[in-house]
């Protein structure tokens, strides 16, 4: 076996964008969350190789992952694309994108009228109430 023929666990999730950081990859693995073709994985040290299956959670959702490349590099989000073959249904998959929830403060939507009252809708208000 040369090292072209696999790569650490951790290096591999990380470059597919799986995870921010190989850190937060080894704390998944070190969880005893992810299977290498059926086996828990508990080391991040351990070698992954082409035609591989990984399970592991993600979010709300399992992913399950068939391991077609090895990465050369951490490059753009297409590049990692071709790394990985994802064996979840088309159904699962929509279930995945539709689950991942935003907490951003864009997300919230109001009907017009709605929260606290404007400038304007104030002045209307004391005007109403006689309070000039």
């Given amino acids: 076996m040369t090292d072209n023929d696999s790569q650490r666990l951790d290096k591999w999730l990380w470059c597919g964008r799986f995870f921010k950081s190989r850190s937060l990859a ?26 591989d299956i990984l399970t592991f959670p993600q979010g709300y959702a399992i992913r399950v992952v068939k391991v077609l490349f090895l990465a050369d590099r951490r490059g753009p989000a297409k ?3 071709l790394l990985f073959e994802d064996l ?5 998959r929509r279930a995945i994108e539709n689950s991942s929830i935003n907490f951003s403060s ?20 004391d005007k109403l109430m006689g309070r000039n």
């Fill in 26 to 51: 080894t704390k998944l693995l070190g969880s005893g969350k992810l299977r290498l073709s059926g086996k828990i994985v508990t080391k991040s040290n351990q070698l992954v190789r082409c035609n």
């Fill in 79 to 81: 590049e990692a694309e």
């Fill in 88 to 92: 979840a249904p088309l159904t699962k």
């Fill in 106 to 125: 864009n997300s919230i939507k109001r009907e017009p009228g709605a929260g606290r009252p404007t400038k304007s809708d104030r002045r209307a208000i």
